[in-house]
C-alpha cells in the first residue's frame, strides 16, 4: 500500500518534469498519416438515360439529391437572364401541385428544394426521402411554368437588378466577365431590365423542355439510403421521364484585348476600390496541366499564407483580403486576383498584383514554398472529403468530362509530382501578363486619374456600357480667373483678343437629315454692327441683322417680329468677338470646382453664371488650356434643351486661334460646323450687312 | 488532477445516429477541455474560446477584442511574425478565427496526424504571443480595410451597429465587435498588453476537440502543452441587465441603395432563457420557407418585398429579435412595415396552427441533425453549450427545450416582447444621386 504511494509521488514528480523539460521552441513533428479515403459508391442507369450514384453513409440520418443537367453553355442575346429565370420558375408548380402546395410540403417536412437553370437540389431527413424524391420528380419532369409566377419573378429579377446596382462587388463580377468573355459570348452575357422585357414564359418552358432531358442528366443520391431502395423508388418516380434528343452549341473562344486594359466602373460612394484583374485561359477539367496550375495559384493567391495576401495585407495593410483562382471549364475558363483596397492605394495595389504576377513568371518558386502548397492543397482535399457528397461529385466530374476511373483517387500522386518548373511554365502560360483586364469599381474623381499607367483607361457602366469619365478634383492653387486667363494666352493673348474689332466667317453647317450643308455667314464689327445669313442651295432662309439700334430679322424671306429680349440678345452677342472676354467683368461669377474627361483628355469644368442668372459650362483642356466644350440649356416650347458644343480644330489668324470645327449636340441631334473663311479685322461696314 | 466528468446520456433517443459522445474536464490552471472522437475522416478540428468579445472592452476602445484577435496571428515567442497562418497550411490544415459581442474563438483543421501542431500553436497562443508595434500597427489598417468592406462599402452595412447603438443605449451592448474608426485609430500597444494579460488566461478559454484523435494520447498532449500556462486573473463578465427602451428609437437612413429596406429590433432576453426558444420558434413562423407567413404574404402575394427575414439574434447577456424587409421596386417602406406589424398583431391575437407549430418542430429537427455534420461545427457547438448554457450536452439534447415551447408560449412571448416601446426601427432610403455635370 505504502509502497504505491511512493510510486504514484514518484509517477506524478516525473510527470511534473516532463512538462519542464518541453522544448516550445520545436515545432511538433507530425504523427503517422492516414491517407484519405474516397468513399466507394454505386451508379446505376435507368431506362430513360439518367445516370444515378449512390453513396450510402449512415452517419446522419439524412439524406440530399442533386440532380445536374450536363448542356452546353446557351446563349440567351436579347433574352439574358431568361435561362435564369426558368431555373427558378420549374419550382414554382407543377401540373398537380400550386407553389403554394409545393412550400407547403416541403417546408413541413423540414425539408428544402431548389430549382436552377441546370439542376435540382433537395435534401431531408431520411425518413422523409421518398416523400421529397417524389416532389422532386414531379418538378422535373411536369413543372407547369404559371404566368403568374413567371410575372412575380420577372419583377424580382428587376429589383434583383436594380439593388446591384450599389454593391460594388457585384458590379465588378458582371463587368468583369463581360470584359474576359466579351457581351456576345454566354458567359459575358447580361441580364438587363431590357433583356428582362423580351422575355415571355414560353421561352422558359420551352428552355426547360428541350434541355430537361434524363439523357443528358446525372443525379447524385447521398446520405442514409440504401443503393437498392434508391433504384427503386426512382424507377417509380423518374422512370417516366422522357428523353428526347438535346441539342448541342459551340462557341468560338473569347478574343483578349490586344494589350492591358483598365475597365473602370465609377462609384461616387466607394470608400474602397474593388479590383480584379485576369484574363480567359484555356483549361479544360482533366487538363494534365490542373495539378501544377493549381499549385501555382496556391502560391500566388490562394489564401492566407499566399503571396498576395502576404504582400497586399500582411506587408502593406492595403486590405482585408488579396486572393486569386482560377476556374477550369470545358468551353473557356479564367484567371483573376481580387482584392478590395482603400481609395488612396488603389494603383499602388494593382502595382503590387502586376508585381506579383511577374515575379510568379519570371522567377521560380522555392522548394519550401512549392512543398507548402502542396500540403495545403493535400489537405483541402482530405477535408472536403469530410462531406460525403464530394463523392458524388468526384463521380459526377468523370462521367461529365470523360475523365479516367481512378482520376481522383490518383489526385494526390499527381499533385506531389508537380515541380517548380511546372509552377513558373504554367505561370507563363496562364497568366497573360500583357493582355490583362484591370476591373476597377471605385470613385472615380478619386482614384481613376492613377490607373493609366496600366493600360488604356475605359469607362464602363455597371452594364458594361462604355461611359464617359467621372469628375476629377481640380488639383491644388487653379482657380477659375487662371484657368480663363491660360485660355486667353492659349488663344494668342489678352491684347490681340481685344484688338480683334472685326470679323468675316462663311462656314459649312451639316444638319443630319438635310439633303445638303446649309452655308452660314456671319459679318461682325464691334460695337453694333451684325449680320448672320444662313443659306440653302445659295438662297438665304433666315436671317438676323443688327445696325446700331436697329434690329431686324427675317425667315423664308418673311420679316419675323422682334420682341425686346430678342433685341437686347442679339446686341449682347453683337457686342463682343470672343465672349469670354466679358466674363472678366464684375457682371459675371465663376466657379470651378472639378475636372472631367472631354474626349480622353482632363479638362477644367466652369460654371459661368451671368447676372441673369443663366448658366453655361465651360471645358478648358489641362494641357492646351484651349475651350474644348460648351453646354449649356435652352429654352424651347417643348422646354428646356441641353446643348452641347466641342470645339475642334483651333487654327491661328492674325495672331488670334479661333476653333475652325465646332460640333454641336441639340438634344437627340448633331450639327456640324466646318468654318471654311474666317477672317479677323478685315473691313466691315455696313454695306456688308 | 484531472477531473474528468463524463457526459451522462440523457438524450431521448429520438436519434439513434448521429449521437455526439464527448468528454469534459478542467486542468489546474482552470483551462476547460471537451474532447469530441470521430474517426469517420483524418482531419482533427482544435478550437480555443476564449470569454472575451465586445461586450468586455471599454467604452472609448470599441473594437478592441476582434482588432486583438488580428494581433494573434501575428506569431508567438517561438512562431516569427507571419508565419502562424503558414504553418498549418503548409501542413495540410485551415485555420481561421472569429469574434462576436461574447467570446473570441480560433480553430485550426488539420490531417489528424499533426494534432500535436495544431496544440504546440494554440499553447503559444495562450502563453506568450508576440504583440509588438509593428503588428499593431498593421492590424490596424487591415481592420480597417475590413470595416470599409463589410460595412461602410456594402448597401445597408451599416445596419446591425446602428440597431445595437439605439437598442443597447449606455450599455456593453451599445456598440459592434468591428469598433468605431476613431478607436481603432487610437488603440495603443500597451492596451493590447494589457488586454492579453487580463483575457488571454487558461481559466478564460475553452478548448474544444473534435475528429480522428486517440482520447487518451490526446490527453496527455493537452497536458503537455497546456498544464504549465500559468493561471490568469478571474475575469469579471459584465452581467447586469441592459435598462428597457422607454419609447421606440426610428429613423431614416439615407444610404447609397437603390431599393428601400426596413430593419426592425426587438428588445428580447438572453440566449438562454426559455423565452429565447419560443421567440426562435416565432421568428421561423414568420419567415422559414416559402409558406412561412411573411415570405408568402409580403414576397408571394402582395409582392412588397423582394427579401424578408426575421431572426432571434442571441447574446450572452440580451437578444434582439429583428426582421428585415427589402422592398421590391416601386413599393414603399410604410406598406411593409404596415404588414409586418399586422403579422405579428395576428401572432399575439391567435394561435399559431397546430400545423404550423409541427412544421416548426420539424424544420428544427432537421437543422438539429445537419449543423453537427463537420468536425469544426461540433467543436464550436461544444464550446458555445459549455461556455454560455453550462450544458455541453445540450448539443444532443437541445431539440428538446424547442419541443417544450408550447403555441401558447409563442404567442406569450410576441405579447410580451414585440411591442412598440420595445423596438428599433431603421428604414433605409435610396441617398439623392449627386448630379454628375
Known amino acids: 500500500m505504502k509502497k504505491n504511494i511512493i510510486f504514484s509521488a514518484a509517477l506524478s514528480i516525473m510527470t511534473m518534469s516532463s512538462f519542464a523539460q518541453i522544448d516550445r521552441s520545436v515545432q511538433p513533428q507530425a504523427g503517422p498519416a492516414r491517407e484519405p479515403q474516397i468513399a466507394e459508391y454505386e451508379s446505376f442507369t435507368l431506362d430513360n438515360g439518367l445516370k444515378v450514384f449512390v453513396v450510402e453513409n449512415h452517419k446522419l440520418p439524412r439524406v440530399t439529391f442533386s440532380l445536374v443537367i450536363d448542356r452546353d453553355p446557351v446563349k440567351e442575346g436579347q433574352k439574358a437572364g431568361m435561362v435564369q429565370l426558368a431555373g427558378d420558375l420549374i419550382r414554382r408548380g407543377t401540373n398537380s401541385r400550386t407553389k403554394d402546395q409545393i412550400d407547403e410540403q416541403i417546408d413541413f417536412m423540414g425539408a428544402s428544394l431548389s430549382t436552377y437553370s441546370t439542376g435540382v437540389y433537395a435534401s431531408s431527413l431520411s425518413k422523409y426521402s421518398e416523400e421529397v424524391l417524389e416532389i422532386m420528380a414531379d418538378v422535373i419532369m411536369n413543372a407547369s411554368f404559371p404566368q403568374e409566377e413567371f410575372e412575380k419573378l420577372l419583377t424580382q429579377a428587376k429589383s434583383g437588378l436594380e439593388s446591384q446596382k450599389d454593391d460594388p462587388s457585384a458590379i465588378m463580377n458582371k463587368v468583369f466577365q463581360a470584359m474576359i468573355y466579351g457581351k456576345d459570348h454566354p458567359y459575358g452575357e447580361m441580364m438587363t431590365e431590357q433583356t428582362l422585357e423580351n422575355i415571355s414564359v414560353e421561352d422558359c418552358k420551352n428552355y426547360y423542355s428541350t434541355y430537361f432531358r434524363p439523357n443528358t442528366a446525372y443525379l447524385a443520391v447521398v446520405g442514409d439510403v440504401k443503393p437498392r431502395k434508391v433504384k427503386k423508388l426512382l424507377k417509380r418516380y423518374l422512370g417516366d421521364w422522357e428523353n428526347q434528343v438535346v441539342p448541342e452549341h459551340q462557341y468560338k473562344f473569347p478574343v483578349a484585348p490586344p494589350k492591358t486594359m483598365v475597365a473602370f466602373v465609377n462609384r461616387d460612394a466607394s470608400v474602397q476600390s474593388v479590383i480584379k484583374i485576369g484574363n480567359t485561359i484555356d483549361l479544360e477539367p482533366g487538363n494534365s496541366d490542373i495539378e501544377a496550375v493549381r499549385v501555382m495559384n496556391q502560391i500566388l493567391g490562394g489564401g492566407s499564407s499566399g503571396r498576395l495576401f502576404r504582400n497586399l495585407r500582411e506587408d502593406k495593410a492595403f486590405t482585408y483580403g488579396a486572393y486569386s483562382s482560377f476556374d477550369s471549364d470545358p468551353l473557356v475558363g479564367n484567371f483573376s486576383a481580387s482584392a478590395s483596397v482603400r481609395n488612396d492605394v488603389t494603383d499602388s495595389a494593382v502595382t503590387e498584383f502586376l508585381y506579383e504576377f511577374n515575379r510568379i513568371r519570371t522567377e521560380p518558386v522555392s522548394e519550401e514554398e512549392l512543398e507548402a502548397a502542396k500540403n495545403n492543397l493535400a489537405g483541402s482535399f482530405g477535408r472536403s472529403l469530410e462531406s460525403p457528397n464530394t463523392v458524388t461529385s468526384f463521380a459526377i466530374n468523370i462521367a461529365r468530362y470523360g475523365l479516367p476511373k481512378d482520376y481522383y483517387n490518383n489526385y494526390l500522386k499527381r499533385l506531389s509530382a508537380v515541380t517548380v518548373e511546372d509552377v513558373q511554365r504554367v505561370a507563363n502560360k496562364y497568366i497573360h501578363a500583357e493582355s490583362l483586364v484591370i476591373g476597377v469599381v471605385g470613385r472615380g474623381s478619386e482614384v481613376a486619374g492613377g490607373l493609366e499607367k496600366f493600360g488604356e483607361l475605359k469607362y464602363f457602366t455597371p452594364e458594361a456600357e462604355p461611359t464617359s469619365a467621372p469628375s476629377l478634383p481640380v488639383p491644388d492653387g487653379v482657380t477659375a480667373d487662371k484657368v480663363l486667363s491660360d485660355y486667353f494666352a492659349a488663344l494668342g493673348g489678352l491684347d490681340k483678343i481685344k484688338a480683334v474689332k472685326s470679323m468675316k466667317m462663311t462656314a459649312e453647317v451639316s444638319v443630319p437629315g438635310m439633303p445638303a450643308p446649309l452655308t452660314m455667314k456671319r459679318i461682325q464689327k464691334v460695337p453694333g454692327l451684325f449680320s448672320e445669313k444662313t443659306l440653302m442651295n445659295g438662297q438665304v432662309v433666315q436671317e438676323r441683322t443688327l445696325n446700331g439700334e436697329k434690329a431686324s430679322s427675317t425667315q423664308m424671306g418673311q420679316e419675323k417680329p422682334m420682341d425686346e429680349e430678342a433685341v437686347a440678345q442679339m446686341k449682347k452677342e453683337a457686342s463682343v468677338i470672343f465672349d469670354e472676354v466679358n466674363y472678366l467683368s464684375e457682371d459675371y461669377s465663376l466657379t470651378l470646382d472639378h475636372m472631367s474627361m472631354v474626349n480622353g483628355n482632363k479638362a477644367y469644368v466652369m460654371t459661368v453664371k451671368d447676372s441673369d442668372g443663366e448658366e453655361k459650362t465651360l471645358y478648358f483642356d489641362e494641357e492646351s488650356g484651349l475651350l474644348v466644350k460648351s453646354e449649356s440649356s435652352q429654352e424651347t416650347p417643348r422646354g428646356p434643351i441641353s446643348v452641347s458644343t466641342q470645339y475642334e480644330d483651333y487654327q491661328e489668324n492674325n495672331g488670334v486661334k479661333y476653333a475652325m470645327k465646332m460640333v454641336q449636340k441639340v438634344g437627340p441631334q448633331t450639327i456640324t460646323i466646318d468654318v471654311k473663311e474666317l477672317e479677323f479685322n478685315g473691313k466691315v461696314s455696313t454695306s456688308d450687312l | ?437
Not at chain 2, 57 to 68: C, I, L, R, V
Open chain 2, 1 to 437: 488532477m484531472v477531473a474528468a466528468a463524463l457526459a451522462l446520456a440523457t438524450g431521448t433517443g429520438t436519434f439513434a445516429q448521429g449521437r455526439i459522445e464527448f468528454e469534459e474536464y478542467d486542468l489546474d490552471n482552470g483551462l476547460h477541455v471537451i474532447l469530441h472522437q470521430d474517426k469517420s475522416t483524418p482531419i482533427v478540428a482544435i478550437s480555443v474560446l476564449y470569454h472575451v468579445g465586445s461586450k468586455n472592452e471599454d467604452p472609448g476602445k470599441t473594437g478592441f477584442a476582434h482588432f486583438f484577435e488580428h494581433l494573434l496571428f501575428e506569431g508567438s515567442e517561438n512562431i516569427g511574425r507571419g508565419e502562424y497562418m503558414s504553418l498549418v497550411q503548409s501542413n495540410g490544415g485551415a485555420l481561421n478565427a472569429n469574434t462576436t459581442n461574447d467570446r473570441t474563438f480560433y480553430y485550426e483543421i488539420l490531417p489528424s496526424n499533426q494534432l500535436e501542431l495544431g496544440l504546440w500553436m494554440e499553447s503559444e497562443r495562450m502563453l506568450h504571443a508576440k504583440i509588438d508595434q509593428v503588428g499593431v500597427d498593421t492590424q490596424r489598417e487591415v481592420v480597417k480595410e475590413e470595416r470599409r468592406q463589410r460595412y461602410e462599402n456594402r448597401p445597408y452595412g451599416s445596419f446591425l451597429e446602428k440597431m445595437f447603438m439605439y437598442s443597447f443605449p449606455e450599455y456593453v451592448y451599445e456598440w459592434t465587435p468591428i469598433g468605431s474608426m476613431e478607436d481603432l485609430n487610437s488603440a495603443k500597444l500597451e492596451d493590447f498588453l494589457d488586454f492579453y494579460k487580463r483575457f488571454y488566461s487558461p481559466n478564460n478559454a475553452t478548448l474544444s476537440i473534435a475528429g480522428d484523435i486517440d482520447i487518451e494520447k490526446t490527453k496527455e498532449l493537452i497536458a503537455k502543452y497546456f498544464a504549465d500556462i500559468p493561471k490568469g486573473p478571474e475575469v469579471v463578465q459584465p452581467t447586469m441587465d441592459p435598462k428597457p427602451l422607454a419609447a421606440e428609437k426610428r429613423e431614416v437612413i439615407p444610404d447609397n441603395v437603390q431599393l428601400p429596406g426596413l430593419f426592425i429590433g426587438y428588445r428580447v432576453p438572453k440566449e438562454t432563457n426559455d423565452d429565447a426558444y419560443a421567440l426562435q420558434m416565432l421568428s421561423r413562423v414568420l419567415s422559414d420557407g416559402q409558406s412561412s407567413r411573411l415570405y408568402k404574404k409580403m414576397v408571394d402575394q402582395d409582392q412588397s418585398a423582394v427579401q424578408v427575414a426575421a431572426f432571434n439574434y442571441g447574446l450572452e447577456n440580451a437578444g434582439l429579435f429583428i426582421t428585415v424587409a427589402i422592398a421590391n421596386m416601386g413599393k414603399d417602406i410604410d406598406s411593409l412595415e404596415a404588414t409586418i406589424n399586422q403579422e405579428i398583431e395576428r401572432i399575439k391575437t391567435e394561435l399559431i396552427s397546430e400545423k404550423e407549430y409541427e412544421k416548426v418542430l420539424n424544420s428544427l429537427e432537421n437543422d438539429f441533425v445537419t449543423s453537427n455534420s463537420r468536425m469544426a461545427g461540433i467543436a464550436e457547438s461544444l464550446a458555445n453549450y459549455h461556455v454560455y448554457y453550462g450544458n455541453t450536452n445540450l448539443i444532443n439534447t437541445e431539440i428538446e427545450r424547442y419541443r417544450k415551447v408550447s403555441r401558447e408560449d409563442i404567442q406569450r412571448v410576441a405579447k410580451e416582447y414585440l411591442n412598440k416601446d420595445n423596438r428599433v426601427v431603421l428604414i433605409y432610403v435610396p441617398k439623392e444621386k449627386e448630379q454628375n455635370p
